[in-house]
């Protein structure tokens, strides 16, 4: 039978405190709370409810190894611990400790953690375990601890413990350490013996490479004055083969007189080709030249080549034979490209070649699955040496053969750029009293999707062009604007003096008369004084920095204030660069070009369309009117999408600025016309359209104002480097790979 229970207390103690479902339970004098029956009501004294028993101490009992054993893979080996301490061998650095209480009661009940001192300092949890195994400890010194408590009381202060060495390798003992020590002053000993040596070898190194980079340095002058004389000389030659060509056609000529005028004609083409040799050469150099391709017959080309050099060929003891045995001959190539490596190499050959035949010829052969047209040029000649043939290709490399004429050394290294950039193979076989044949493999079916394709596109002069008074802003908006403001006419004229060589200079006497000049010019830099009459520096920075029209234009003050405050007040206002009175020329000119490139390198990234989150950071170190203005240019044009043609006129009214304000403006802060920012926004929104894939690329075309889709998948492919059908694939492909 079940009775309720009412808890009270007295004050005896040892009472019997309750009655529950009949049954008692007594409560010894160490604590424990007992049962009892007293008419129906239960006592209990709070005195033994605050009373805990107290935990036996921890003690280490056992310490065991573990070896190898053949016939049983692990075996325990107890070690004896009576000193407190355990030394081992480095080869038996697993072991396993156990450990209990001291009182055999309290086994069940008591909780044990441990530490490894040296290993770990933390305390772990044993987990109801009584013993712990490590594996694979490091030689060194060890503390290992044990403690215990009750469940649900506290740690007991008293910690066993027990120290345990593991011995290191015998390479890590102290007489091998000794060695060791013996070793390295034996290595620095060589070390420094060989000091002077190896400062002889390093100044022979270092004059070594002074010498290579100033025969590269002069080869670069060389190549840079042989370009600038090609120029010129383009001129005088245009000039002569004209009059040259119209004496040819007078009839009233003599038959002798032809002859010669012939002579000098060809030999004025002949100067001509060496001239364009040179300026090809350069621009291959430069990476300046780019690949032109259009799909049409080779073998005419070849034809033209080959008949020009029979036809002038001097020589009656070398034939020339053209032959031509392929019969697909329609391919994509570069004309200019291959005339000029077919004329470097036949006149190669010519010079060569005292007696037998040239041959060029043209033929398809298939080499790995892979279709290839074939280009040959082979000559009975001298040939070349065994040891020149691996450097022929090298700039301005001259042969050691006997048979050697002089030359300018680019010719063959001129072909060679020519043909990595048409992306074909050249390969070279010579015998040296035999001949050589260079043969020439472009890849038939290659469309060079990265190349210029002529005739490819019909261009629409309403599409991204400016009008003749546009135009003629842009190119005075080009030009390095610098306006100085300063009231002294001394320092003023000097600045001018000293910066007017590379830049165009604006001058004014104040800050007012400045701030009149930088917002009709808008200048692209802007050099003040501090103090001056009428309007100081400071408060022109500020009207600067705080106009929409003018916030792009980098500020540097100057003046004879050196103080901290000044300097400031300076930054305070804006100012980009801060230079103290005296200064030198060279200084504010080298202060100008830093800042000028800093600002190109912010409009580069922000014009690039590769690096998107170096474009975020670009825009991020605008000031807040600068991208307030691209935010407005941005949506002006967005809202007008699909606007066929919008040009810096539209523009410039909606932003309500003048041409020419509005194209520097755009200038400064993207490095890019006004015209070339409309097509890269419309690019951007066709690009989304693309991905979203909702909409047909002809249609995104008259969505995004283009009438053309020829012209846009041009456009979209000169900003995106591929078309818009290849950029799509690329960008799934990309997905799917993720």
Not at 399 to 415: N, P
Not at 492 to 512: F, M, P, Q, V, W
Not at 599 to 612: E, F, P, V
Request: aromatic share 8%.
């Amino acid at each position: 039978m079940n009775s309720k229970i009412l808890l009270s207390y007295n004050n005896h103690d040892g009472i019997p405190i309750g009655e529950f479902m009949s049954k008692s339970v007594s409560m010894t004098n160490d604590g424990l709370i007992y049962f009892g029956s007293q008419n129906g009501v239960c006592y209990f004294n709070p005195d033994y409810v605050t009373r805990k028993m107290k935990v036996a101490p921890a003690s280490i009992t056992g310490f065991a190894t573990f070896t190898s054993n053949k016939e049983s893979k692990n075996e325990e080996k107890e070690i004896a611990f009576l000193s407190g301490k355990v030394e081992l061998p480095n080869n038996q650095n697993t072991f396993k400790i156990s450990f209990s209480v001291l009182d055999i009661t309290q086994s069940d009940q008591a909780e044990f953690s441990y530490m490894l001192e040296g290993l770990e300092n933390i305390w772990y949890n044993a987990q109801n375990e009584k013993q712990i195994t490590f594996r694979n400890i490091p030689p060194g010194k060890y503390k290992f601890l044990i403690r215990s408590r009750l469940k649900n009381q506290d740690w007991d202060s008293n910690v066993a413990s027990l120290d345990i060495i593991i011995a290191p390798p015998l390479l890590l003992t102290w007489y091998f350490k000794v060695l060791y020590c013996i070793i390295g002053t034996i290595i620095i000993i060589l070390i420094l013996k060989s000091y002077k040596k190896k400062v002889y070898l390093e100044g022979s190194l270092k004059m070594e490479k002074k010498k290579i980079s100033d025969q590269q340095e002069l080869n670069n002058e060389r190549l840079r004055f042989y370009t600038n004389i090609t120029h010129e000389l383009r001129t005088p030659l245009t000039l002569i083969l004209g009059p040259l060509e119209d004496l040819l056609c007078d009839k009233s000529l003599s038959l002798k007189q032809i002859n010669k005028i012939g002579i000098i004609r060809d030999s004025s083409h002949r100067l001509l080709n060496l001239i364009n040799d040179i300026m090809e050469f350069r621009k291959t150099e430069t990476q300046n030249r780019k690949l032109s391709v259009e799909k049409d017959d080779i073998s005419t080309v070849i034809n033209e080549v080959g008949i020009r050099f029979k036809e002038l060929n001097s020589n009656p003891k070398v034939s020339y034979i053209i032959d031509i045995k392929s019969e697909n001959n329609n391919i994509y190539f570069d004309k200019e490209m291959i005339v000029t490596i077919l004329n470097n190499l036949l006149s190669n050959a010519s010079k060569y070649t005292p007696k037998g035949e040239i041959r060029i010829s043209l033929n398809s052969i298939n080499e790995n699955n892979i279709d290839y047209t074939v280009i040959s040029v082979s000559d009975t000649g001298y040939g070349i040496t065994e040891n020149d043939l691996p450097h022929i290709f090298n700039r301005y490399y001259q042969g050691t053969g006997k048979y050697q004429i002089a030359g300018s050394g680019i010719g063959l290294a001129l072909v060679k750029g020519l043909v990595e950039l048409h992306q074909a193979i050249l390969d070279v076989e010579s015998q040296e009293g035999k001949g050589t044949t260079f043969t020439l493999k472009l890849i038939t079916d290659n469309t060079y999707p990265e190349a210029i394709h002529k005739n490819s596109v019909e261009v629409q002069p309403n599409d991204f062009e400016l009008s003749e008074e546009e135009t003629q802003e842009v190119q005075n908006a080009q030009k390095t604007l610098v306006l100085i403001v300063e009231d002294n006419s001394d320092i003023r004229e000097y600045i001018r003096t000293s910066l007017c060589d590379d830049y165009e200079i604006l001058t004014a006497s104040n800050g007012k008369e400045g701030w009149d000049i930088a917002k009709n010019k808008i200048p692209n830099i802007i050099i003040s004084d501090i103090m001056m009459p009428v309007m100081d520096g400071i408060e022109l920075c500020k009207l600067v920095k705080e106009d929409i029209c003018t916030s792009h234009i980098p500020v540097i003050l100057l003046t004879a204030k050196d103080s901290l405050q000044d300097k400031e007040m300076g930054y305070d206002s804006g100012a980009d660069s801060y230079i103290t009175k005296p200064f030198s020329a060279k200084l504010l000119t080298s202060r100008i070009v830093n800042i000028l490139e800093a600002r190109k390198k912010i409009a580069r990234l922000i014009k690039s369309t590769q690096a998107q989150s170096e474009q975020e950071e670009a825009y991020k170190s605008l000031n807040k009117l600068d991208n307030v203005f691209i935010d407005k240019i941005t949506k002006i044009i967005e809202d007008n999408l699909d606007m066929e043609k919008m040009d810096i006129g539209f523009i410039a009214d909606k932003m309500c600025m003048s041409h020419s304000t509005l194209y520097r403006k755009i200038k400064g802060l993207t490095d890019m016309s006004a015209n070339e920012l409309i097509r890269k926004i419309k690019m951007q929104n066709g690009e989304k359209l693309l991905l979203k894939g909702e909409q047909s690329i002809s249609e995104i075309s008259y969505m995004i104002g283009f009438s053309s889709v020829a012209y846009f998948r041009q456009c979209f492919k000169d900003e995106y480097g591929m078309s818009p059908s290849e950029y799509v694939k690329s960008k799934s492909s990309k997905k799917d790979q993720e």
